[in-house]
């Protein structure tokens, strides 16, 4: 009998909350959850979201809803791990925030490919006022671009070994290194000469293909532009001696970002250019002559250097960047779109040749290792945001090779 009683002024007061338009608990015994119908909140309360179906990437993509009656908070949310939720100034977006605007960011490139394909997202707004929620969902679609890349090719030229017996950038050998009892060593340097020929260029053709569903097909074309990147992955160094190898290892710091140090776009004798219209064709054109010095050490009487190289290794892409999302986000690979690759390699030599019965040096000319070039962004890791090779020079310009340990190898030596 008590528990009927109990059940009864359970009902009663459910009934009194209800009809004060207090929140109250539902059939479950639980308090209201957001989604919950309408038709339990006191009064009407409604929300609807105003936004394009169609985004294009890398372009923030504003979405707005209206509430009523005003007054209420917005509670939002967007579906994929693609897609990036920001709020009103555009800034990430926090759990405190309510507002009625948010903007959608997304930039997806298929690093197989370079294209970007389409992204399809659902972004859900509860809109709470008091006691009493509403929702609204509305799909859409980051349309895709695709990039043709047609005749592509890569061209080479042999790299002309020059030199010079002054001091070189990186050194093999010391001031101090004593071979035999001579003290009379002098400086010589080999380094390509860069002003004979290109030792590499590739060129090709890209044209721009935006998705027929992007309503500002133009302006969303002239957000991109064409340009290439190249990383130095590793050098290496050798030189012979009469009694004695010496080995100056890859340089620790590499992999560092080829080319000038406020972009990561690789410029030198290359194109850089934005695309100004939608299914426009674009020439890219990349080339280079590195002009990469070493530094070795010899005797006047040329009786003790026998041969020396010196290589260097680089992976070249072509690219596009999204400017606008460069604008937002700096440069970083978020905002880059690979559409090709390839590796390369280039090696000065230097030979020694008897002459009236002393030695004397001569360069060589040998022709770059390339390989096949590859369809996106491959294997390789880019240096996209590291430090460049400028910066390095400029570091290391008082003390060149300091933070290079040498390896010696001597043929004579018991332990070898």
């Known amino acids: 009998m008590g528990k009927n009683k109990n059940m009864e002024i359970s009902r009663r007061l459910s009934q009194a909350e209800k009809d004060a338009g207090k929140n109250f608990a539902n059939s479950d015994g639980e308090s209201p959850k957001v989604g919950d ?4 909140c006191p009064y009407a309360v409604t929300v609807t979201i105003k936004a394009k179906q169609t985004a294009c990437p890398g372009h923030d993509h504003i979405v707005r809803a209206k509430g009523s009656p005003s007054g209420g908070t917005y509670r939002w949310t967007v579906s994929g791990s693609d897609v990036q939720l920001l709020d009103a100034d555009k800034k990430a977006f926090g ?10 960011r997304c930039f997806k490139p298929d690093n197989k490919t370079g294209n970007i394909p389409t992204v399809i997202t659902k972004v859900r707004v509860a809109y709470v006022h008091g006691s009493c929620t509403a929702q ?11 990039f043709n890349v047609v005749d592509f090719k890569i061209d080479r030229s042999a790299a002309t070994t020059k030199i010079s017996f002054e001091d070189g950038m990186a050194t093999l050998g010391s001031d101090g290194w004593r071979d035999g009892g001579h003290t009379s060593i002098d400086p010589l340097s080999i380094y390509n000469e860069r002003e004979v020929s290109t030792i590499i260029t590739a060129k090709g053709k890209v044209q721009i293909l935006i998705d027929k569903n992007c309503p500002r097909a133009n302006d969303c074309a002239k957000m991109y532009q064409l340009g290439w990147h190249q990383t130095i992955r590793k050098t290496f160094s050798e030189a012979r001696y009469a009694r004695r190898i010496m080995y100056l290892p890859s340089n620790p710091l590499l992999p560092l970002r080829d080319g000038a140090i406020e972009h990561p776009w690789f410029l030198l004798e290359g194109t850089l250019r934005l695309f100004e219209e939608n299914e426009q064709t674009l020439i890219a054109e990349m080339r280079d002559s590195p002009g990469w010095v070493i530094g070795l050490r010899h005797h006047r009487d040329g009786s003790n250097l026998r041969r020396a190289s010196h290589g260097v290794e680089f992976t070249t892409w072509l690219l596009v960047g999204n400017m606008e999302l460069v604008e937002n986000v700096g440069f970083s690979e978020n ?27 001569q360069g060589s000319r040998e022709y770059p290792e390339v390989s096949a070039p590859f369809d996106g962004k491959g294997n390789r890791k880019p240096c996209i945001t590291g430090k460049s090779f400028d910066e390095l020079s400029k570091i290391n310009q008082d003390r060149p090779a300091a933070f290079i340990p040498l390896q010696v190898y001597d043929p004579e030596d018991p332990k070898n």
């Open 37 to 40: 119908p309408v038709a339990s």
């Open 95 to 104: 759990i405190n925030y309510n507002g009625d605007t948010v903007y959608l």
């Open 136 to 146: 609204d969902m509305k799909t859409i679609a980051f349309h895709g671009v695709r």
């Open 335 to 361: 905002a880059l779109s690979y559409l090709k690759n390839f590796d390369w390699s280039f090696r000065v030599s230097l030979y020694s040749y008897l002459k009236d019965k002393k030695l004397d040096y």
